[in-house]
């Protein structure tokens, strides 16, 4: 059983940077892929980024690709998700999660994930 808590949320200025860092305890996460989404009020939940076992593949939502980049330290039990060029728009709570599957086609979808954090929230202000 693995327990997930992300930290680095916060308010930030438009075009500015945050990275947030998702913690993982109570197992090890170099055998799961490990995820963000985010949801923002008003709106569905919104996959955000996926990183493979191995940290060799990731996939990104069309809406970050070039701005977040997701990456892990294995060693760490760790997720990262640094994201620049942050936009008024990308205000929301974000969510670490974690799966073991290899599905990857299926990563947009939220019951493909077996663990979820807390969530943290990130705050945009024009």
């Known amino acids: 059983q693995v327990q997930l808590v992300e930290s680095g949320g916060g308010l930030v200025q438009a075009g500015g940077s945050l990275r947030l860092s998702c913690a993982a305890s109570?197992?090890?996460?170099?055998?799961?892929?490990m995820g963000w989404f985010r949801q923002a009020p008003g709106k569905e939940r919104e996959f955000v980024a996926l990183?493979?076992?191995?940290?060799?593949?990731?996939f990104y939502a069309d809406s970050v690709k070039g701005r977040f980049t997701i990456s892990r330290d294995n060693a760490q039990n760790t997720v990262y998700l640094r994201m620049n060029s942050l936009k008024p728009e990308d205000t929301a709570v974000y969510y670490c999660?974690?799966?073991?599957?290899?599905?990857?086609?299926?990563?947009?979808?939220?019951?493909?994930?077996?663990?979820w954090g807390q969530g943290t929230q990130v705050t945009v202000s024009s």
């Open positions: 999660v974690a799966t073991y599957k290899r599905r990857y086609d299926l990563a947009r979808q939220a019951s493909w994930y077996d663990y």
């Open positions: 109570g197992g090890t996460i170099s055998s799961y892929a």
């Open positions: 990183i493979n076992w191995s940290g060799d593949r990731t």
